[in-house]
C-alpha cells in the first residue's frame, strides 16, 4: 500500500510540475507582464524607493518593509541553499536558467497576487490585517463563482497549512540540523530540539514580535551571504563567464554531459525555482497583506523586488559558488544536497565558510519556519476566525514539527511539498487569473496619481464600490507630504 501511495505521489508530482505548472506558470507571468507594460521593469526604480517608505510607517501594524522581510526570510534560506543544490544535482547548471525565467516573470505574477491581497485584507478586531488568496478568492471570486468562492478558498487554506504549516517547516529543519551535523558533528535530533525552542520562543508572541525579528535577522545574514558570495565571484573572475555560458547552453540540452536533458532541466528550474522564489504559489500575499501601506500597489512591488532578491541575486550566487568549485554536484544523494552549498564554500574560502553556512542557514532556516508558521496560522485563522486556543494548539503542532524534520529524508519530504506546492499554484493561480482585470485597475489608479504628481499615492475605497472590500482596511493615518512641495 506504502509502494503504490509513494507512486500515485510522483506520478501527480511529475504530471502537476512537470508538466500542467509549466504550461500554466510561465505562459500567465507573461500575459501578466505583456498586459500591464512590464509592470516589473519599468517600476523597478521605484520598488527602492516605496521600499524605504516602509522605515517611515507609524503605525502598530508590520510596516511594507517587515513585510518584505519576512517574505524574503520564508524565500532565502532553505530555497536558495539547499533548494539551489537540489535544482542542479537533479536538473544540472540548465536549471538554474528556468529558474531565472519563473523569476522574472513571476515578478509581475507576484505583482499581482500581493497587490490583491492587500486590495482585499480584512481587519481583525485587535486592529491587525489579514489576507491573502483565500481572502480575495472568498470576496473576489464570490460574485463569479458564487457558493464555489468559498469552497476554493478553503481547499487553497488546506493546501497552504500542509505545505508550508507542515511539509516546509519539515524541510528547513531537515536542511537546518543536517548542516549542523555536517559541521559541528552535532546530533539531528538534538539541534531539532533546540530550535524549536527558539521558533516557540517567536511564535507564541504572533506576527508582530515574528515580523520584528526578521526584520534584523534577515537582512543582515543576506547581505553578509551576498557579500561572500560576492568575494568567491570576483577571486574567480576568469571563470565566471563560463559558468553562466553552461546555466545557458545546458538549459537547451546542448551540454548533456552534466545536464540531465532540457526536459528535466526546465521541469527542475520550474519546481525549484517556485519552491525557491514563491511567485504565483500564493504564499507571499499572505504576509504582504499584513502589511500597513497607503495603495495596495505599493505592496505589489516591494513583493515583486523581493522575487528579485531570491532568484536573480541569491540563487544565481549560490549556483554560481557550487559550479566554480571542486564539489562534483550533479547526481549526489539526498544528505549531500543538503550540505552541497557548504562543502562548495569551503573548498573557496576554507573550512571555517562549513561552520559559517551552518550557522547561517540555521538563522534563515529559523526565519523561514517562522514564515511557514504564519502562513499555516493564517489558514487555521480562516477556518476558525479569531480563536486563540485554536491558534495555540496550531503553534504546539508547528513545535512538533521542528522536531520531526530533524529525523525525516529530505527525498520524502521534497516529494510530497512538490505535490502540494503544485495544486497550490494551481488554485491560486486561477483565482489570480480571473481577477487580472482587477489587478489591473488597481495598478492604473496607482500609476494615475504617481503621474499626476502625488508623491505618494493613496487608496481611495469609494472608488471601489463595486468591490467586495473591506473599507475599514482602509481607513488609513494621515501622513504629511504627500504632494510635492
Known amino acids: ?43 523597478f526604480g521605484s520598488m527602492f524607493s516605496v521600499l524605504g517608505q516602509g522605515f517611515q510607517h507609524e503605525t502598530d501594524q508590520p510596516s511594507s518593509f517587515q513585510a518584505l522581510a519576512l517574505s524574503v526570510a520564508g524565500r532565502v534560506g532553505g530555497g536558495n541553499i539547499a533548494g539551489v543544490a537540489a535544482a542542479l544535482a537533479i536538473g544540472g547548471p540548465g536549471a538554474i536558467f528556468w ?16 497587490t490583491l491581497a492587500q486590495l482585499y485584507k480584512q481587519k481583525e478586531p485587535n486592529g491587525d490585517f489579514r489576507g491573502g488568496p483565500a481572502y480575495y478568492i472568498k470576496h473576489g471570486l464570490g460574485k463569479k ?17 500542509v505545505t508550508f504549516g507542515f511539509a516546509f517547516i519539515c524541510f528547513q529543519s531537515f536542511a537546518t540540523t543536517s548542516s549542523m551535523e555536517s559541521a559541528f558533528d552535532a546530533p539531528r535530533l538534538w539541534s531539532g530540539i533546540g530550535l524549536a525552542v527558539i521558533v516557540s520562543l ?90 500597513y501601506v ?31 568549485s571542486a564539489q562534483n554536484y550533479f547526481g549526489v544523494d539526498d544528505a549531500t544536497q543538503g550540505v552541497l552549498t557548504q562543502l562548495a564554500l569551503g573548498d573557496h574560502v576554507g573550512d571555517w565558510a562549513e561552520y559559517f553556512i551552518a550557522f547561517a542557514l540555521f538563522l534563515f532556516a529559523f526565519s523561514s519556519i517562522m514564515y511557514s508558521y504564519y502562513l499555516g496560522e493564517n489558514a487555521v485563522d480562516y477556518y476558525i476566525p479569531d480563536n486563540m486556543l485554536a491558534v495555540n ?70 472608488k471601489f464600490d463595486d468591490l467586495d472590500i473591506n473599507k475599514e482596511a482602509w481607513q488609513l493615518t494621515e501622513r504629511p507630504s504627500r504632494h510635492p512641495g
Open 145 to 161: 463563482l458564487g457558493g464555489v468562492a468559498p469552497v476554493l478558498g478553503f481547499v487553497y487554506s488546506l493546501l497552504l497549512i
Open 1 to 43: 500500500m506504502l509502494d503504490f501511495l509513494n507512486d500515485l505521489n510522483a506520478f501527480l508530482s511529475d504530471l502537476i510540475n512537470g508538466k500542467i505548472l509549466i504550461a500554466v506558470l510561465i505562459p500567465l507571468g507573461l500575459i501578466f507582464t505583456i498586459w500591464s507594460r512590464g509592470v516589473q521593469f519599468r517600476l
Open 294 to 324: 497607503e495603495h495596495p500597489a505599493q505592496q505589489g512591488m516591494v513583493q515583486s523586488l523581493s522575487v528579485f532578491i531570491d532568484t536573480i541575486i541569491m540563487c544565481t550566487v549560490t549556483a554560481l559558488i557550487i559550479l566554480l
Open 393 to 462: 494548539i496550531y503553534r504546539f503542532i508547528v513545535v512538533g514539527f521542528v522536531v520531526l524534520g530533524a529525523t525525516v529524508s529530505l527525498g520524502d519530504v521534497l516529494s510530497f511539498s512538490s505535490l502540494t506546492m503544485g495544486l497550490l499554484a494551481l488554485v491560486n493561480l486561477f483565482a489570480v487569473a480571473l481577477l487580472f482585470p482587477v489587478g489591473l485597475r488597481v495598478m492604473r489608479d496607482f500609476d494615475q496619481q504617481r503621474k499626476a504628481g502625488v508623491k505618494i499615492p493613496v487608496f481611495d475605497a469609494d
Open 202 to 291: 517567536v511564535i507564541f508572541g504572533g506576527v508582530r514580535r515574528i515580523a520584528s525579528v526578521a526584520e534584523f535577522v534577515v537582512p543582515a545574514m543576506a547581505v553578509f551571504y551576498a557579500l561572500l558570495g560576492l568575494f568567491v565571484l570576483v577571486t574567480h573572475l576568469p571563470q565566471v563567464p563560463g559558468a553562466l555560458a553552461t546555466i545557458v547552453t545546458s538549459a537547451f540540452g546542448f551540454n548533456e554531459a552534466v545536464a540531465g536533458g532540457i526536459g528535466i532541466a526546465i521541469m527542475m528550474g520550474v519546481d525549484r525555482g517556485l519552491f525557491s522564489n514563491e511567485a504565483g504559489l500564493g504564499s507571499a500575499p499572505n504576509v504582504a497583506a499584513a502589511a
Open 99 to 114: 529558474m531565472w525565467i519563473v523569476g522574472l516573470v513571476g515578478m509581475a505574477t507576484s505583482y499581482f497576487e500581493c
